[in-house]
């Protein structure tokens, strides 16, 4: 990856300055319900700043991790795509900027038609510039020449404070008051597209890559188990933090895919049943199962006599949890039959099945997985959450896993299974536990809260 330009790292360290806002789940759903161009334009502008300012404390804190931990390769490798992912944000909202205070400058991305289209915006930039200088950091000379019109240079890009004022009371739902920047609104929402597109496929291997810098640390410190608890609380807020981003730029690009689910609004479904959703996660479970073992249990699935209503959800990240609790239950059931056959000796027959009952208790849903499988050690019980603790063989690490697809996916091996899926519950509200007899079998407890809303858990 090429070395980021000299604007990147002070801006790096403002951006990290500044506050994360959060925001409200029922705006996500207001907006998606009948998004436009202007309203798509305007989460548009906030978005490119907001995941700027989040990707700056995460970058900030990778700089300070302890033990040295910043010093892995992978966290070196990380670090870099934060930085570069912050770069083509704070540029995209810059050029939007640009353009929103002078009306002439046109739009870059239907300008950008070749050399000669972007050397005409970027001169008509430098020209609105000249005329308000106080608002740019410094103005080398020479910048006429298009070899020199780069967005990247400091000449172009505004004073941080001067960002910050106008971003920082931006709202995420509402219309673009610009007319001009609204005629170029599908010009601009396009390029935004390319760019969040770019951003998730950067970041797909981040959990496998932050996870291969923990194991890295472990074995390079044997004294200092990944489970320390500053360490886990770093991975906590790294992983909650890179959930709601993903989360934000998820639902932006959903709702403008052309084609779209029934009862979606971007990646919401107003209409989410826990029970399809359960068969679907618990299919595609045995089947990861399958791949490893051969074979896998039955699985039975529970349901009050008066059914299940449907409520407001994420239905993929329900699939998620609900997918990695079937697969670490699938796999407790085989291996303890597995000890009294022998490997690869399991006959479906003789499996416990795995039982998963659905209850509904007032405002929440209570998804209960159970397996009669090997259990887990009391003394082990509290570790389950943490993360990298497996009790798996460690697969070798591949970087092409993304760490929450089916595809790819190991039966066992990280140990982030169970802490992510507990970090999904819980950031809507909801949670994860267990109870667990050694030789017995495990319950896992998932708590849904119906038709939540509120604002996002940012906490930096
Ligand atoms: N239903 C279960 N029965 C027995 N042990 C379990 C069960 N669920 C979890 N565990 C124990 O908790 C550990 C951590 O589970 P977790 O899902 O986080 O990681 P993993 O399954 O080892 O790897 P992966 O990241 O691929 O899911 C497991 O390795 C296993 O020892
Ligand atoms: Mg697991």
Known sequence: MPPSPSWVAPRLAAYAKRTPRPVRFEEMLKFGERPSQSTLLQAAKFLADEISVRLAHRYAELETLPY?????????????WYAESFKDLVEFYNVID??????????????EHGIQGMGSWFSK????????????????PGLAST???DMTRPSVMPAVNQ?????????????????HLVNAAPAYNKQFNTILKRIVDRHNPVVVIVGKGVRQLTQSHPYLPEHHPEVQSFLNRFHRNRVGVRILIGHHLALQRQHRFPHHIGIVCTRTSVVDVASEASVDAAEVCEQSYG????????????????FVYVPSHMHHIIFEICKNAMRAVVEKEETRVGRGEAKRKDLSPVVINVQVRGDDILIRVSDKGVGIPAREVDRAFQYAY??????????DFHGSEVDGAPMAGYGYGLPLSQLYARYFKGDL????????GTDVFFTVKRDWVGDEPVLM
């Open 68 to 80: 040295g931990l910043k010093e892995m390769p992978a966290v070196y490798q990380v670090k870099s």
């Open 98 to 111: 640009a353009h929103r205070r002078n009306p002439s400058l046109g739009c870059k991305f239907e300008s």
């Open 125 to 140: 930039l430098i020209g609105g510039a000249r005329g308000r200088k106080e608002e740019f950091d410094v103005l080398p």
């Open 147 to 149: 070899a020199a019109l």
């Open 163 to 179: 960002v910050s004022a106008e971003a920082d009371g931006l709202p995420y739902f509402g219309q673009c008051q610009s007319p």
């Open 295 to 310: 074979v896998s249990p039955p699985v039975e699935i529970q349901i009050p006599e008066g059914g299940v209503p449907d």
């Open 390 to 399: 497996t009790t798996a063989k460690q697969a070798p690490i591949d970087p």
């Open 433 to 440: 536990t267990l109870q667990s007899r050694e030789g017995l």
